[in-house]
């Protein structure tokens, strides 16, 4: 059973930054391209950044230069380091393989 488990949200001012984590378990790790996807408030899910199972990376051009995804396949961990953050961020973050997500984590950026 794919399991997919976020954490590292919270509240920031703008121009701050925060790390997220995602464990991934059931599957293997190795094998495939991992996503972060954000939903806020109010609206549709929206695709943030993907990184390949080789580590090629691909970004939203609304966060380019400012988040950055990276992946430990030793540790079955995905990442997105977020700097910079603005209100706009503020979502609800999800980590995605395929058609499966976790429960999510919540950022919040607002002064």
């Known amino acids: 059973e794919v399991q997919l488990v976020e954490s590292g949200g919270g509240s920031v001012q703008p121009g701050g930054s925060l790390r997220l984590s995602c464990a991934a378990t059931?599957?293997?790790?190795?094998?495939?391209?991992m996503n972060w996807v954000r939903q806020a408030p109010g609206k549709g899910l929206k695709w943030v950044a993907t990184i390949t199972d080789n580590g090629m990376t691909i970004a939203h051009s609304s966060v380019q230069g400012r988040f950055t995804i990276s992946r430990d396949n030793t540790k079955n961990m995905v990442y997105l380091q977020m700097n910079n953050l603005q209100p706009e961020d503020t979502a609800v973050y999800y980590c995605q393989v395929d058609s499966n997500r976790g429960p999510g984590t919540q950022v919040t950026v607002s002064s």
């Open positions: 059931g599957f293997t790790f190795n094998n495939k391209p």
